[in-house]
């Protein structure tokens, strides 16, 4: 439905930030539910962050709320994460995904970036 390119990971100390960012193709990003997946080492893949169409509904998982910033310039095609506060277990690979909807959910999402991979080191 939508290409998605992830990019800003990389490798951080504990206590550290970092902003993500995923560029999406296409002419109606601004139709599209978008948010952040994570899969960290050994674990199943969790949700993260999500934002409404126009951004005005915001979802974040309970691990992330208060160090964690989801926002979206549609002018752009771009959603962002920006990531304050890390600690080793936010080291995972993070998944930008995009699905039509009204709502911001944890499923049902159809199309996905290929990851980056932020570690956060001790």
């Known amino acids: 439905q939508v290409q998605l390119v992830e990019s800003g990971g990389g490798l951080v100390q504990a206590g550290g930030s970092l902003r993500l960012s995923c560029a999406a193709s296409g002419r109606t990003f601004s139709n599209y539910i978008m948010a952040w997946f994570r899969r960290a080492p050994g674990k199943e893949r969790e949700f993260v962050a999500g934002i409404s169409r126009s951004g005005g509904s915001i979802a974040y998982a309970d691990s992330v709320k208060g160090r964690f910033t989801i926002s979206r310039d549609n002018a752009k095609n771009t959603v962002y994460l920006q990531m304050n506060s890390l600690t080793p277990e936010d080291t995972a690979v993070y998944y930008c995904?995009?699905?039509?909807?009204?709502?911001?959910?944890?499923?049902?999402?159809?199309?996905w970036g290929q990851g980056t991979q932020v570690t956060v080191s001790s």
């Open positions: 995904a995009a699905r039509v909807g009204y709502y911001v959910v944890d499923e049902g999402y159809d199309s």
